[in-house]
């Protein structure tokens, strides 16, 4: 049996190489334009093109990339083997570490695939908030859903100052863990 003939692959690098510039350019300056993007990256605008044909596309990429990024840190961090309080440490450290394309995400209004970020991420995040309050880790005189809600909003707000470089990586993760558990533990 013949197989029909393939695309011909682009390369990884490239594609990489203008992500993280457009990760960086835009989380830096949402009005970058794709000529900025391309000029970061060090490509032609042709070339840009021919991986993201539009603006849209390449956000619709970064949000991809991000959410896949996230979630294999998230499946790196063991959230299951450890106590709720460090299970949430290490999913603030493995969101923020995400950095930049978060950001663009965050700046831009950009939704991912939600099947897919919902899989990735919002379960398992659930997942570790609702043992905290079976546990009596975590308040439970708050809906699941609420402490879910509080807790996504901290984590936005953390992005948003690594990537406008007003507070350290490490120092946003520390802080934002401390405050949501300062907040979010039983009484």
Do not use: C, W
């Not at 000029?39 to 021919?50: D, H, M, N, Q, S």
């Not at 959410?67 to 440490?89: N, S, W």
């Not at 859903?145 to 406008?164: C, D, N, P, Q």
């Not at 007003?166 to 979010?184: C, K, M, P, V």
């Amino acid at each position: 049996m013949t197989l029909p003939p393939q695309r011909p692959v682009r390369s990884d690098r490239t594609a990489a190489a203008i992500l993280d510039a457009a990760a960086h350019v835009l989380a830096a300056r949402s009005s970058a334009s794709m000529a900025d993007v391309a000029e970061a990256a060090g490509v032609g605008r042709a070339t840009l093109y021919r991986y993201y044909e539009s603006r849209e596309s390449l956000l619709d990429a970064l949000a991809e990339r991000a959410v896949a990024d996230a979630g294999a840190r998230r499946a790196d961090a063991g959230l299951d083997r450890v106590p709720v309080e460090e299970a949430i440490e290490r999913i603030v450290r493995a969101i923020i570490a995400v950095g930049d394309n978060y950001a663009v995400l965050v700046h831009e209004r950009i939704e991912a695939d939600r099947a897919k970020a919902e899989r990735t991420l919002g379960g398992p995040i659930r997942a570790v908030l609702a043992r905290g309050i079976e546990s009596g880790v975590l308040r439970d005189d708050l809906p699941l859903e609420i402490l879910t809600e509080f807790f996504g909003g901290l984590l936005t707000t953390a992005i948003t100052l690594v990537s406008e470089r007003q507070i350290g990586l490490e120092d946003a993760s520390a802080a934002t863990a401390g405050i949501f558990l300062r907040g979010a533990r039983a009484t």
